[in-house]
């Protein structure tokens, strides 16, 4: 007899606190009366559709590089150069650092700063230069460019930021390459 006094006091309890629960959502409804805003009060910016269809519709990423290069920006480009610099130096004849100089870089063999680790996969790699195209690819997703590259840096999502870094880098030079046409 005693458990079934027992089972009756929790399913009591049990069904108190239901009934508990239903009545403060009623008493909160009939308390509160939330009006939506004509406008937001704080403003958050995403990528919507149109943000989504511009980057479907954009040309392939070597086109599209090629094509901001003309107009790439090199102080911005400079700007952008600050995510780099903790890893690169860009003094000529400077040194290396956690990764390689970046002095005249553009049209420079891959893996071909002398006295630094390259990773396999970019000695792989060193038949070929660092043209516009290889650098806005690598700089996009380095990780992806070149699996098993040592450089953690996620890349640059913005062509116009890869642009305008190219541009920055390509101006680092006695002897800045041609621009691509």
Request: with cysteine; net charge negative.
């Amino acid at each position: 007899m005693a458990s079934s006094l027992e089972f009756n006091k929790v399913a009591a309890a049990v069904l108190a606190a239901g009934v508990v629960a239903m009545a403060t959502g009623f008493v909160a409804e009939l308390l509160f009366h939330p009006t939506e805003l004509e406008n937001h009060a704080y403003v958050v910016e995403s990528e919507g559709e149109e943000m989504v269809e511009a980057a479907v519709t954009e040309a392939p990423m070597e086109e599209s590089l090629l094509g901001l290069m003309a107009a790439a920006d090199v102080a911005a480009g400079e700007k952008v150069w600050k995510k780099c610099k903790s890893c690169h130096d860009l003094s000529k004849g400077g040194p290396h650092k956690i990764g390689p100089n970046l002095y005249d870089i553009v049209n420079r063999s891959i893996a071909g700063a002398e006295g630094f680790g390259y990773s396999s996969a970019l000695q792989e790699m060193s038949a070929e230069t660092w043209t516009y195209e290889n650098l806005g690819a690598f700089l996009s997703k380095p990780k992806d460019w070149a699996p098993g590259t040592k450089m953690a840096f996620p890349g640059l999502k913005s062509v116009a930021q890869r642009a305008d870094l190219i541009a920055y880098l390509r101006s680092q030079s006695d002897n800045p390459a041609a621009m691509p046409e």
